[in-house]
């Protein structure tokens, strides 16, 4: 009888090690490149090495981190292609999702897209991580309210995947600009969706991603104007 509990230790020490990595690594905490030094990670997250490998595994599956043959461990570098895809998948589903918003989304719903709004800055340098994190949450509020647990599960991993690049994008001198067109459109996009304009919402979303900090950080690194260093 004692097995199953011993799994379920195990397997909750390496969910905090995997969640705890996954967060340093999207926020920049750990910077793309960076070498992991696992056992002062392991003594920083007061564990045993085990569930933080197993947290490492399970993150150089999704691509975050990159491991060699020596079983060395490095958080993986940002790159070109990797954010045009990222790009590419918001700029096809986001929107959908946006349009099935305007068409199913509830009275909680615009409440919740209302609050979100209210905290919603500029996202410039400098508003920093706050303006990201309240853009991230505005964001969310609509396309959670598309009602469909497929989207919202790929557009939330998406967000996070993406979150790095929208850093190198504040990095860029399209990051230091008022930004008052793409903070506009955040409200001109809500009272879209509580209209129920599913074509007006879709197209303005469209429009919005096109004109991202994604896009401005493709474009650094496609090499289309100078990049900042990057790890």
Avoid at 42 to 70: C, F, K
Avoid at 97 to 111: G, K, P
Avoid at 124 to 137: I, K, M, N, P, Q
Wanted: glycine share 6%; hydrophobic share 45%.
């Amino acid at each position: 009888m004692t097995s199953p509990q011993v799994t379920n230790v195990f397997s909750s020490k390496s969910d905090v090690a995997y969640a705890e990595l996954r967060r340093l690594i999207l926020s920049g905490g750990l910077p793309a490149g960076s070498r992991l030094s696992q056992y002062e990670l392991a003594e920083q997250m007061r564990m045993s090495i085990t569930p933080l490998r197993e947290a490492i595994r399970r993150l150089s599956g999704e691509g975050l981190i990159e491991l060699d043959n020596h079983r060395d461990a490095r958080v993986s570098s940002i790159g070109a292609d990797e954010a045009r895809q990222l790009f590419e998948v918001r700029l096809a589903l986001e929107p959908a999702a946006v349009a099935l918003a305007a068409e199913r989304r509830t009275d909680d719903d615009i409440a919740v897209m209302r609050r979100t709004l209210a905290d919603l800055v500029p996202v410039t340098r400098e508003w920093g991580e706050d303006g990201l994190c309240a853009h991230s949450a505005f964001h969310r509020a609509l396309y959670v309210a598309a009602h469909n647990d497929v989207m919202i599960k790929t557009l939330d991993d998406l967000w996070a995947k993406s979150d790095r690049y929208r850093r190198l994008g504040l990095m860029l001198p399209a990051g230091d600009e008022p930004r008052m067109i793409d903070f506009n459109q955040h409200h001109q996009m809500l009272e879209l969706v509580v209209d129920r304009d599913a074509a007006g919402a879709q197209a303005l979303a469209r429009l919005h991603i096109e004109n991202s900090l994604t896009a401005s950080a493709i474009e650094a690194l496609e090499g289309q104007f100078p990049a900042p260093e990057i790890a």
